[in-house]
Nanobody, 126 residues
Framework: VQLVESGGGSVQAGGSLRLSCTVS????????SGWFRQGADKGLEGVAF??????TRYADDVKGRFTISRDTDKITSLQMDDLKSDDSSMYYC??????????????????????WGQGTRVDVSS
């Protein structure tokens, strides 16, 4: 399974960016896809997740600002609006096969996902 990320970049606070992640293949009825991020001097944080039924999960600090969607059966997008300087991070797409969002831990963690993208940088200037 290969993940290819696109999007990211630099934007001023209050602006928007869109990240996309394409999975090369999947072999289960459902898979979870989503994004983690890691800022400078910060640990890896789960941001937003979606499964093949369309169920979603968001970190509290992005609710109402970020929207995750499954655009096609292989493409997951993260629309990020009203960006803040605290959103500046490396964003990593992650995929787990045979997964439903309802089965993820309340605080989604790295070991729950086996497939990872290379990361894309988001910089928000204030």
């Amino acid at each position: 399974v290969q993940l290819v990320e696109s999007g990211g970049g630099s934007v001023q606070a209050g602006g928007s960016l869109r990240l996309s992640c394409t999975v090369s293949e999947y072999s289960y009825a459902s898979y979870c896809s989503g994004w983690f991020r890691q800022g400078a001097d910060k640990g890896l944080e789960g941001v937003a997740f979606i499964d093949s039924d369309g169920s979603t999960r968001y970190a509290d600090d992005v609710k109402g600002r970020f929207t995750i969607s499954r655009d096609t059966d292989k493409i997951t997008s993260l629309q990020m609006d009203d960006l803040k300087s605290d959103d500046s991070s490396m964003y990593y797409c992650a995929v787990e096969m045979g997964c439903w969002v309802e089965h993820l831990h309340e605080e989604v963690s790295k070991p729950e996902f086996n497939h990872w993208g290379q990361g894309t940088r988001v910089d928000v200037s204030s």
